[in-house]
């Protein structure tokens, strides 16, 4: 398949992208697949029960998902991803819930409004199911778990041709007060260029990983 990419600036276009795909329950995804990523052990059992996957192809994460963001930044990129082939018919599962791509999207719309640049923004995780998230350290509650957060890194939002802290504040005041607000988790992470954002229900904030 040959995906014309075009920019995805609409939740309906994000919907229409994702209704490709078979959507299926933890419970039907493949046995041996749930145990391998750890999303079978009980500490996890309430963080993935409700979760939704999207199942597709290799071939497939290339795709756009939300602005120039793609489906390969937002799916869990484990070593069973990275094995598989561009032209494999083996299938991925796609965790990501359509919450955090719309917060994205709005975040993008944002800084569009106040005249920032909404694409210098770089997804760096999405989904991480408990095997890759004990991999690299995360949380061990994290809301990636879940499909719930993703982690961006910041560039030059300000279009002054350099990083700068200021560039991330812009980011952070904006989920903050328009994006996030009580609603979710709120991760600053001084002294990087990351922001985590996630769609949990309630307020959380923190500084460190």
């Given at each position: 398949i040959i995906y014309p990419n075009e920019y995805i600036?609409?939740?309906?276009?994000?919907?229409?992208?994702?209704?490709?795909?078979?959507?299926?329950s933890l419970k039907k995804l493949p046995k041996s697949?749930?145990?391998?990523?750890?999303?079978?052990?009980?500490?996890?059992?309430?963080?993935?029960?409700?979760?939704?996957?999207?199942?597709?192809?290799?071939?497939?994460?290339?795709?756009?998902?939300?602005?120039?963001?793609?489906?390969?930044?937002?799916?869990?990129?484990?070593?069973?991803?990275?094995?598989?082939?561009?032209?494999?018919?083996?299938?991925?599962?796609?965790?990501?819930?359509?919450?955090?791509?719309?917060?994205i999207l709005a975040l993008q719309d944002e800084l569009t409004k106040k005249d920032f640049d909404r694409n210098a923004i770089w997804?760096?995780?999405?989904?991480?199911h408990p095997r890759l998230n004990e991999a690299v350290n995360g949380a061990?509650?994290?809301?990636?778990?879940?499909?719930?957060?993703v982690d961006m890194v910041i560039r030059d939002i300000n279009k002054d041709g350099k990083y700068t802290d200021e560039d991330k504040q812009i980011v952070m005041d904006l989920c903050e007060k328009k994006?996030?607000?009580?609603?979710g988790g709120l991760g600053k992470y001084p002294g990087t260029r990351t922001v985590h954002i996630d769609v949990r229900g309630y307020r959380a904030r923190w500084d460190t990983y």
């Open positions: 600036d609409s939740k309906e276009k994000i919907q229409e992208i994702l209704a490709q795909f078979e959507k299926i697949y749930r145990k391998w990523t750890r999303m079978d052990k009980s500490k996890y059992s309430k963080m993935v029960s409700k979760m939704q996957f999207y199942k597709l192809k290799k071939r497939n994460v290339y795709q756009k998902i939300v602005g120039n963001t793609r489906i390969k930044d937002v799916i869990a990129r484990d070593s069973f991803y990275r094995r598989s082939n561009w032209f494999s018919d083996e299938e991925l599962f796609l965790g990501i819930d359509p919450r955090i791509l719309f917060k997804i760096r995780y999405g989904h991480r061990s509650k994290s809301h990636h778990i879940a499909g719930e957060a994006i996030i607000k009580n609603f």
